[in-house]
């Protein structure tokens, strides 16, 4: 059996592969939506966290400068009240002593103030809460100074960061100018911050590591920074500075700014302007030291997500090995389930699908179906065994795949039935032809374990689509066709025609017609008598059984008995004759004897013994008067146990007779065998006796093999007395025929049986 092609992916696999990769793709979407989520949260968070310390840091010192603001301002107001409007009378209030002690007690309680200095309209450093009396100093070349000399903006100047002259350490100067009444420039006021105080500021912000805080002026210049940046005097003049543009466009949540923007990689970073001040607070941490903790929080959740996903891929593919397997399993069941286990054809459940696949096609694509049964294999599996009998079958499997063509399909229906289909095949012609290459092929000899076995085939043919092409008209016409080659003869080939269906519809109503008649009584028993050759006097009768039908007529055995042995009717038939012409022999005088035909089917059944004695056991007639005539086709089969069922009917001194010798095998080794005590020889060569010399030859022979036998002889069908005279004369021992007598009623033999009686007697 072909296997049909299957695919590597199943319906349910595939659809089970796309849930997982839309489970898998969900997963991984719904990961990633979470992930920048959490990024997103985390970014957002540490942001917040800047923004919060840059508003904090941003009012702290915001409010550092607005206390040395108040300062300077409050030095201007007492200069002020103390009507200083030239540089003789600044000169007299700040160079004193008091003037000295002044300056520090404004400076008591500012931990963020290192000095504070007042300059004439030169630059001449006039006060410093350094020391008194001050240092010689100038101051006139800073750019704070020139900023307050020049008279233009605000009075207050915040500076970037500058090498103090009289301390020598990096300061931040806040400067106030000095005005006269009339708005005449007189001079600075400076308050100094050490740059450090701002520095320690910031390094106490810790807003992760690679964190970069920054107090920058409004043009980037960086005045203090965490990490401290050493301002010397070679960079005083162009101190370290960061892209204020960028950072002063942040939004006020913050932001990611690039590389080279606050140092030389990306950071995340929030600014605040100080309210009263052209500066602002920067506090930034690295961008990847926020990823750093963005991975730390996504991690867990992509491990999760992995370990979901190989749970899903691990489970699917557990469970599509699962479908596999049983996917597998169902394959090889379903081909276990359409495959001839013996032969390795397809069963008839495969047979039947196929031709169910042609029927749903409804093209009319020609083919014929074959049936074909093998002849008397029942006997070679009864005689041989079993086991030689299915290498039999395995072998005649092989040998119809060797003669067919590979797109003919071979099926064994069960038993020694084969079906085939050969596609293409439009006419009886060809069908015949593939018929003969089947049955060439079968009739070639079998090796089977050292028997040469020799079988042959009868076949049934039906043609799609002329005999039809729907599965169950094909079926029954291949099957009626597969009959006919049977009733026929053995080893024949019948092709389905009309007349074919016409025929086995009228034996299809005859069977029902034999099944009403068995019913209703219609059958009843004729006898024909058989007379001794020497003398012609009466010896017995042969029962004939008789039908006579309402609307046929009178049935001939010839036509009925088959169909009765077909259906196993034959078995009642048979048993009720027996009882009747017992009983009705039972009328007759002794020692006149009645014959009985006796089926091949009444052996088959097992129960002919049993049927025998019954009927001789209801009737009373003795068993030496019974005599029951058998074929040799009884013979032929096995089955049944015919040789010891007739053994043992003749050791009850019953009578076994061979009917139609010499149209058969007419084999010697039955009458040894089976110790036939008569045969009967078949009224063809009794037609012949008188003008053919072959007939005279074949009756002579018989007679003396009869004769050398010591077997009784009756020769049928004697129509004339040149017959009778040359039988008689030949050595036969009985008679019968229409010159002797036509078969009667029952009365008439019993009416006939008592006139010879009674001519004995008077003889």
Same mark, same amino acid.
């Given at each position: 059996? $072909?296997?049909? *092609?299957?695919?590597?992916?199943?319906?349910?696999?595939?659809?089970?592969?796309?849930?997982?990769?839309?489970?898998?793709?969900?997963?991984?979407?719904?990961?990633?939506?979470?992930?920048?989520?959490?990024?997103?949260?985390?970014?957002?968070? +540490?942001?917040?966290?800047?923004?919060?310390?840059?508003?904090?840091?941003?009012?702290?010192?915001?409010?550092?400068?607005?206390?040395?603001?108040?300062?300077?301002?409050?030095?201007?107001?007492?200069?002020?009240?103390?009507?200083?409007?030239?540089?003789?009378?600044?000169?007299?209030?700040?160079?004193?002593?008091?003037?000295?002690?002044?300056?520090?007690?404004?400076?008591?309680?500012?931990?963020?103030?290192?000095?504070?200095?007042?300059?004439?309209?030169?630059?001449?450093?006039?006060? *410093?809460?350094?020391?008194?009396?001050?240092?010689?100093?100038?101051?006139?070349?800073?750019?704070?100074?020139?900023?307050?000399?020049?008279?233009?903006?605000?009075?207050?100047?915040?500076? +970037?960061?500058?090498?103090?002259?009289?301390?020598?350490?990096?300061?931040?100067?806040?400067?106030?100018?000095?005005? *006269?009444?009339?708005?005449?420039?007189?001079?600075?006021?400076?308050?100094?911050?050490?740059?450090?105080? &701002?520095?320690?500021?910031?390094?106490?912000?810790?807003?992760?590591?690679?964190?970069?805080?920054?107090?920058?002026?409004?043009?980037?210049?960086?005045?203090?920074?965490?990490?401290?940046?050493?301002?010397?005097?070679?960079?005083?003049?162009?101190?370290?500075?960061?892209?204020?543009?960028?950072?002063?466009?942040?939004?006020?949540?913050?932001?990611?700014?690039?590389?080279?923007?606050?140092?030389?990689?990306?950071?995340?970073?929030?600014?605040?302007?100080?309210?009263?001040?052209?500066?602002?607070? !920067?506090?930034?941490?690295?961008?990847?030291?926020?990823?750093?903790?963005?991975?730390?929080?996504?991690?867990?959740?992509?491990?999760?997500?992995?370990?979901?996903?190989?749970?899903?891929?691990?489970?699917?593919?557990?469970?599509? #090995? +699962?479908?596999?397997?049983?996917? $597998?399993?169902?394959?090889?069941?379903? @081909?276990?389930?359409?495959?001839?286990?013996?032969?390795?054809?397809?069963?008839?459940?495969?047979?039947?699908?196929?031709?169910?696949?042609?029927?749903?096609?409804?093209?009319?694509?020609?083919?014929?179906?074959?049936?074909?049964?093998?002849?008397?294999?029942?006997?070679?599996?009864?005689?041989?065994?079993?086991?030689?009998?299915? $290498?039999?079958?395995?072998?005649?499997?092989?040998?119809?795949?060797?003669?067919?063509?590979?797109?003919?399909?071979?099926?064994?229906?069960?038993?020694?039935?084969?079906?085939?289909?050969?596609?293409?095949?439009?006419?009886?012609?060809?069908?015949?032809?593939?018929?003969?290459?089947?049955?060439?092929?079968?009739?070639?000899?079998?090796?089977?374990?050292?028997?040469?076995?020799?079988?042959?085939?009868?076949?049934?043919?039906?043609?799609?689509?002329?005999?039809?092409?729907?599965?169950?008209?094909?079926?029954?016409?291949?099957?009626?066709?597969? &009959?006919?080659? $049977?009733?026929? =003869?053995?080893?024949?080939?019948? !092709?389905?025609?009309?007349?074919?269906?016409?025929?086995? /519809?009228?034996?299809?109503?005859?069977?029902?017609?034999?099944?009403?008649?068995?019913?209703?009584?219609?059958?009843?028993?004729?006898?024909?008598?058989?007379?001794?050759?020497?003398?012609?006097?009466?010896?017995?009768?042969?029962?004939?059984? @008789?039908?006579?039908?309402?609307?046929?007529?009178?049935?001939?055995?010839?036509?009925?008995?088959?169909?009765?042995?077909?259906?196993?009717?034959?078995?009642?038939?048979?048993?009720?004759?027996?009882?009747?012409?017992?009983?009705?022999?039972?009328?007759?005088?002794?020692?006149?004897?009645?014959?009985?035909?006796?089926?091949? !089917?009444?052996?088959?059944?097992?129960?002919?013994?049993?049927?025998?004695? #019954?009927?001789?056991?209801?009737?009373?007639?003795?068993?030496?008067?019974?005599?029951?005539?058998?074929?040799?086709?009884?013979?032929?089969?096995?089955?049944?146990?015919?040789?010891?069922?007739?053994?043992?009917?003749?050791?009850?001194?019953?009578?076994?007779?061979?009917?139609?010798?010499?149209? =058969?095998?007419?084999?010697?080794?039955?009458?040894?065998?089976?110790?036939?005590?008569?045969?009967?020889?078949?009224?063809?060569?009794?037609?012949?006796?008188?003008?053919?010399?072959?007939?005279?030859?074949?009756?002579?022979?018989?007679?003396?093999?009869?004769?050398?036998?010591?077997?009784?002889?009756?020769?049928?069908?004697? /129509?004339?007395?040149? +017959?009778?005279?040359?039988?008689?004369?030949?050595?036969?021992?009985?008679?019968?025929?229409?010159?002797?007598?036509?078969?009667?009623?029952?009365?008439?033999?019993?009416?006939?049986?008592?006139?010879?009686?009674?001519?004995?007697?008077?003889?």
């Amino acid at each position: 059996m $072909k296997e049909a *092609s299957r695919s590597s992916v199943s319906p349910l696999e595939f659809i089970i592969l796309i849930i997982d990769g839309f489970l898998v793709l969900f997963i991984a979407v719904a990961t990633l939506s979470a992930a920048s989520r959490l990024s997103d949260a985390a970014i957002e968070r +540490q942001l917040k966290i800047q923004t919060n310390i840059a508003d904090v840091m941003s009012d702290e010192i915001n409010h550092a400068f607005q206390a040395m603001d108040l300062v300077l301002i409050g030095i201007t107001d007492h200069l002020k009240a103390r009507e200083v409007n030239d540089q003789v009378s600044l000169i007299a209030e700040t160079t004193s002593q008091s003037a000295f002690e002044t300056l520090r007690a404004r400076m008591s309680g500012l931990a963020f103030l290192d000095a504070l200095t007042i300059t004439d309209e030169t630059g001449r450093v006039l006060a *410093s809460t350094r020391r008194w009396p001050a240092p010689e100093a100038y101051f006139g070349d800073r750019p704070y100074f020139k900023a307050m000399q020049s008279m233009i903006g605000p009075p207050t100047y915040l500076s +970037q960061p500058i090498i103090g002259r009289i301390a020598g350490r990096p300061n931040l100067v806040l400067s106030h100018r000095m005005t *006269s009444d009339d708005g005449h420039f007189l001079g600075v006021v400076n308050a100094a911050s050490d740059q450090g105080y &701002f520095a320690n500021r910031l390094a106490r912000v810790d807003v992760g590591k690679g964190s970069l805080i920054a107090f920058i002026l409004e043009d980037g210049t960086v005045l203090a920074q965490s990490p401290a940046l050493v301002l010397d005097k070679a960079s005083e003049a162009n101190p370290p500075r960061h892209d204020a543009g960028a950072l002063l466009a942040l939004p006020a949540a913050g932001g990611l700014v690039p590389a080279d923007i606050l140092g030389d990689t990306e950071r995340y970073a929030a600014i605040r302007r100080l309210p009263s001040y052209p500066a602002a607070i !920067v506090i930034s941490v690295a961008a990847r030291t926020v990823n750093e903790e963005i991975r730390r929080t996504i991690f867990p959740l992509a491990i999760a997500s992995l370990l979901v996903c190989a749970g899903i891929l691990l489970v699917t593919g557990l469970w599509i #090995r +699962q479908l596999r397997r049983d996917r $597998k399993q169902s394959a090889l069941q379903y @081909r276990q389930a359409r495959t001839d286990v013996l032969t390795g054809l397809a069963n008839r459940l495969y047979f039947v699908e196929w031709l169910e696949a042609l029927d749903r096609t409804g093209s009319v694509s020609p083919y014929a179906l074959y049936f074909a049964d093998l002849d008397y294999f029942k006997t070679i599996n009864d005689t041989l065994g079993h086991d030689v009998g299915d $290498k039999l079958l395995a072998a005649v499997a092989e040998r119809l795949v060797e003669h067919l063509g590979p797109t003919d399909r071979i099926a064994r229906l069960g038993g020694d039935e084969f079906a085939i289909i050969c596609m293409g095949v439009m006419d009886e012609i060809n069908a015949l032809r593939i018929a003969e290459i089947i049955v060439s092929a079968i009739r070639k000899p079998f090796q089977i374990e050292g028997h040469q076995l020799n079988i042959s085939t009868s076949i049934g043919i039906s043609l799609c689509p002329r005999d039809g092409h729907d599965l169950v008209t094909l079926l029954k016409c291949a099957d009626l066709a597969l &009959f006919k080659a $049977k009733a026929d =003869g053995r080893g024949l080939t019948r !092709v389905f025609s009309e007349e074919l269906a016409s025929a086995m /519809e009228t034996r299809r109503e005859l069977q029902a017609d034999l099944e009403e008649a068995w019913k209703l009584g219609q059958f009843y028993l004729a006898y024909q008598p058989i007379y001794e050759a020497a003398g012609r006097r009466l010896a017995g009768f042969e029962a004939l059984l @008789r039908w006579k039908h309402p609307t046929r007529g009178m049935v001939p055995p010839d036509v009925f008995i088959p169909v009765a042995e077909e259906t196993g009717l034959i078995n009642r038939l048979g048993a009720w004759v027996l009882e009747r012409a017992c009983a009705e022999a039972m009328t007759w005088p002794a020692p006149l004897f009645v014959s009985i035909n006796l089926s091949p !089917v009444q052996f088959r059944a097992g129960a002919i013994e049993a049927q025998v004695h #019954r009927a001789l056991r209801l009737s009373g007639l003795p068993n030496e008067r019974l005599e029951l005539e058998i074929t040799e086709s009884t013979l032929l089969q096995k089955e049944g146990g015919v040789q010891a069922a007739l053994g043992n009917l003749r050791a009850s001194r019953i009578n076994i007779a061979l009917d139609d010798f010499g149209t =058969g095998y007419s084999s010697l080794r039955y009458l040894i065998d089976f110790q036939i005590d008569r045969i009967k020889v078949d009224r063809y060569f009794v037609e012949g006796v008188a003008d053919k010399s072959s007939s005279q030859a074949i009756i002579q022979a018989i007679l003396a093999l009869a004769s050398t036998l010591g077997l009784q002889c009756t020769a049928e069908g004697i /129509e004339t007395e040149e +017959q009778a005279e040359i039988l008689g004369n030949g050595g036969c021992s009985h008679l019968q025929g229409y010159l002797l007598g036509r078969p009667v009623t029952p009365e008439q033999a019993q009416t006939l049986a008592l006139a010879t009686e009674r001519r004995v007697e008077a003889g």
